[in-house]
Structure formats: C-alpha cells, structure tokens
C-alpha cells in the first residue's frame, strides 16, 4: 500500500486524492471532446461534469459516515478526511444523478442524451478511484491462505486479501471499453446510460462478495449489493420499455 506519494515540507500528496483526480481530468476531457458528436454544447457539458464530481463526492462520503455512525460521533473531525478514503459510490450516485436531473432541466437539455454521453466515462474515473483505494489500503478484499500468490498484505496485517479493489478497476475499464464501442451504435436515448447502470450493478453486486470491509445487513448481503440489485432490475425493466418503443417507432417509420 501506497497512501502517500510524497511530502513537501508540510505538503502531503496521497495517492487516492491523485488517481481520482486523474480519472476526474481524462474524463472530463474526452466528456469535452465528444459532446458535439451529441450535439451537446461543450462549456455546458464540462459544468455538468463538475457538479457530478462535487455532489457526488458530498455524496458517497454521506453515506460513508450514515453506514458508519458511530465512528463518526465519536470522532467527528474524521469526517472531512477524505484522503483516508471512505466513499460509497451509491451514496455520490444518487446526489450526482440528481443534481444531472436539475442541471438538465433548467438548461434544457435532454436527460437521456446527457447520459449517454458521460456514461462510459463514469466508469473510466471510477476505474482510476478503485486503484486509488487499493494504493490507499481502503475497500479491501476478503482474507485468502497465506502464501496465495495473487494475495497481497495490508498494513498492521499477517494475512493477505484479495486485491478486490485491482480486480474491480479491471472490470470497469473492460466497461469503459465496452460502452464506448455501443456508444458509437446506440439506438435509442438512454442504450448507454442503462447499459451502464446494468453492467455496473452486476459487477458491483458479484464483486462485493469478495470485499472485507462491508457489513452483511440482510440475507446475507450487503447495502451495495441491495442498491445494485435494485438498479439491475430498474435498468432492465427501462431498458426493455425503451428497446420496444424502439422498435415501434422504428417499423412505423417503415
């Protein structure tokens, strides 16, 4: 583990706070880059990306601390931390996707096509956050045999873990990949966007299986897996609505 990359003098620069920015700056370039292709005004576009970033740190750390309360009452100055780590994604999504809702409403713009557009990279910069977390130690993965090869060893620890958070970065930018391929062939307003939401709530809810630091809540999984399965089920059932009104229009069209 890596949670500082270096000091200068009284300057501490942590390894999670530079992947994110990292991930934060590349999508927002390539956000920018790409918005004419949606006919979506680019100034307007990297606004948006900004406010997603802002509430959806504000966020996931808010869930953070509700899912962790009583370390939190206890030692409240922990809560601005951020560089420590202590962010549920969930937590930012629905603060960000909020705020999306809004912003699109009063600059009227289209929902949908917003979406599309910055789904795949959502899933770039959350890539980047989740080597982020390994580099710091935090959403570790469950305990494996010492001696594993593939295990590797958090600090003040003897056993190994698995390198869930290396794994899930993995996943995401086979996602990333794969949204930016569809995106080029979408059909329909809001392919990309439910794509997203489908294939990140899977990954999320097989991956949380191998974690170490959440809490099973109920039937033996945990909040993450309960939003996910939610979000799978919701996207789906949009997913197919949109799919046939697709393919309506598209016969009468015809």
Known sequence: MHPTLLKLGVITVYSYGVMVAIGFALSTVLIYCRANKFGIDKEKSVDLVVLILISGILGARLLYILLNFSFYRANPLEAIMLYKGGLV???????????????TRLNKMKLWLILDLIAPFVALAQAFGRIGCFLNGCCYGIKVAPGTSFGVTLPCESDPRIPVQLISAGVLFVIFAILIVWQNRRRFAGEIALAYFLLYSAKRFIVEFLRGDNPKIFLGLTISQIISAVIFASAITVFIIKRKQWKKNLTISR
């Open 89 to 103: 994604w969930y937590g930012g999504f629905i603060c960000a996707l909020a705020i999306t809702v809004l912003y």
